[in-house]
């Protein structure tokens, strides 16, 4: 039914008009702006969007799981092992102590090489295509074997740290009565 308002309406598009606002967000109601303000058809659909926005909130409200409380934990094993594949990444390139030549990546990598973040996948995939940029033999293979180890660590030290929030947080939800001295 779109189709054959904007058809017969007019694309604002094809016309070289002043595009709105509401075109971007939503092109296929774009035959809307052309009804004069207060019209029954703008009214309509103003209306039909507004409950539909509602509907749409309401599921999100419903899916959305409240934040887990913060903890503080130590880097697992993992984590730590992920930052020695990275560190001898690094030192397997040409930069030595010169991070800064990795652009705006030097800050990312030194939050990465404290144990404070852990990269996604696809924020490995361009760190190792920056890190062999740096080595002599800088091909599609290296690219392809560094990504898969740094990934793989990745990975492994994302899941570890996440076992380890989940237990910090069960240990503090637990009551005191039920926790042995040995906890402690």
Not at 128 to 153: G, Y
Request: with cysteine; proline share 5%.
């Amino acid at each position: 039914m779109s189709t054959l308002l904007r058809w017969w309406a007019g694309d604002l598009a094809s016309e070289g008009v002043k595009l709105t606002r509401f075109y971007d967000d939503s092109p296929v109601w774009s035959w809307v702006d052309r009804l004069p303000l207060g019209h029954e058809g703008r009214d309509t659909m103003n209306a039909w969007t507004s409950r539909y926005n509602d509907l749409v909130d309401e599921v999100r409200a419903a899916r959305t799981r409240p934040r887990a409380p913060r903890v503080s934990i130590t880097a697992p094993p993992e984590q730590q092992r992920f930052v020695k594949e990275l560190t001898a990444l690094i030192e397997a390139t040409e930069l030595g102590d010169e991070l800064w030549l990795l652009g705006t990546w030097h800050s990312r990598v030194d939050r990465y090489l404290d144990g404070k973040a852990i990269p996604t996948d696809d924020t490995c995939r361009e760190l190792a295509k920056r890190l062999v940029s740096f080595t002599r033999d800088a091909d599609q293979d290296s690219v392809t074997a560094v990504l898969e180890r740094l990934r793989a660590a990745a990975q492994v030290a994302r899941a570890a740290r996440a076992r380890d929030r989940r237990t910090a947080r069960d240990t503090a939800a637990a009551p005191q009565a039920t926790r042995s001295p040995l906890d402690a």
